[in-house]
């Protein structure tokens, strides 16, 4: 059973920075191209940042560009997100998704976390 | 970007009849190996997006057959052929032939 497990979310002030992780299960995480997507209370989903198997490939979605690194430790199973200068507008559930593909130049994502809550607050 | 375009972005329905959700994109979706990737996604309320079709058409694994998706180029549809109760939420379509990645802004199926 594929298994994705956020954690690290928290409440912090704007021009913080929070670092999330996940950790996958039930499947063979250095085969797979993962992503970062997030949901604002009571809206709508937003893909974040996405990373080929091998992190050859990164990608960023202009809202967080210069401001987010996403990595990965393939021998660990986990994925990572680091969060700086945040603003109150990245406050959000952050969900770790799965694709089905190895590389980045398209995604075909399956399956999802339960999602972590990061808020940004002062 | 692509903008995904949902309609309706709510759908009252009754239990019992059928359901169908548009999804449009401003480009085609078709990549160069041939593939469109146009997938849906049913989020019930407190729970995560769970994926229902992926690349137009193809029913992921323990999805029931009342749910179906069919479309090309930049017009797709997702047909529920008979509301049940455990089928209302939000329903999303994203896709992922362009970057960045972009979702359509949700249908809430609900109790009319």
């Known amino acids: 059973e594929v298994k994705l497990v956020e954690s690290g979310g928290d409440l912090v002030q704007p021009g913080r920075s929070l670092r999330l992780s996940c950790i996958a299960s039930?499947?063979?995480?250095?085969?797979?191209?993962m992503h970062w997507v997030r949901q604002a209370p009571g809206k709508g989903l937003e893909w974040v940042s996405g990373?080929?198997?091998?992190?050859?490939?990164?990608a960023y979605a202009d809202s967080v560009k210069g401001r987010f690194t996403v990595s990965r430790d393939n021998a660990k199973n986990s994925l990572y997100l680091q969060m700086n200068s945040l603003r109150p507008e990245d406050t959000a559930f952050y969900y770790c998704?799965?694709?089905?593909?190895?590389?980045?130049?398209?995604?075909?994502?399956?399956?999802w976390g339960q999602g972590t809550l990061v808020t940004v607050s002062s | 970007d692509v903008v995904m375009t949902q309609s309706p972005l709510s759908l009252p329905v009754t239990l019992g009849q059928p359901a169908s959700i548009s999804c449009r994109s401003s480009?085609?979706?078709?990549?160069?190996?041939?593939?469109?990737?146009l997938s849906w996604f049913q989020q019930r309320p407190g729970q995560s997006p769970r994926r229902l079709i992926y690349?137009?058409?193809n029913r992921d694994s323990g999805v029931p057959d009342i749910f179906s998706g069919s479309g090309s180029g930049t017009d797709f549809t997702l047909k529920i052929s008979r509301v049940e109760a455990e089928d209302l939420g939000v329903y999303y379509c994203?896709?992922?032939?362009?970057?960045?990645?972009?979702f359509g802004q949700g249908t809430r199926l609900e109790i009319k």
């Open positions: 998704v799965k694709d089905t593909l190895r590389l980045l130049s398209k995604a075909n994502i399956d399956y």
């Open positions: 039930g499947f063979n995480f250095y085969e797979y191209a």
């Open positions: 990373l080929s198997w091998n992190s050859g490939t990164i």
């Open positions: 480009q085609s979706l078709v990549y160069s190996d041939g593939n469109t990737y």
């Open positions: 690349k137009v058409s």
């Open positions: 994203m896709q992922g032939t362009h970057w960045p990645f972009t």
